[in-house]
């Protein structure tokens, strides 16, 4: 899967999260997401995962809570 597929996928501010929790500029992580090598490639990619990930763990998460107090 190409970056610029993963990046059609995040939420709105995921871009801003990514370059506080990796500590890389947001233009960098911006031309990352355009599909530029960067030498903060492999972070980018390593952050992108554990944001992903816990991100999508949180929202399977609320949601679950939501349709629980929904049908309570």
């Known amino acids: 899967m190409k970056i610029q597929e993963i990046k059609k996928g995040l939420p709105i ?6 370059s506080k929790l990796s500590g890389v500029n947001s233009t960098t992580v911006q031309r990352f997401f355009n599909g530029e090598k960067t030498k903060f490639n492999i972070r980018l990619l390593e952050v992108t995962t554990n944001y ?20 309570a």
């Open 13 to 18: 501010g995921a871009m801003s999260e990514i």
């Open 52 to 71: 992903l990930k816990s991100y999508k763990e949180k929202e399977a998460s609320a949601m679950q809570e939501l349709q629980a107090v929904a049908s």
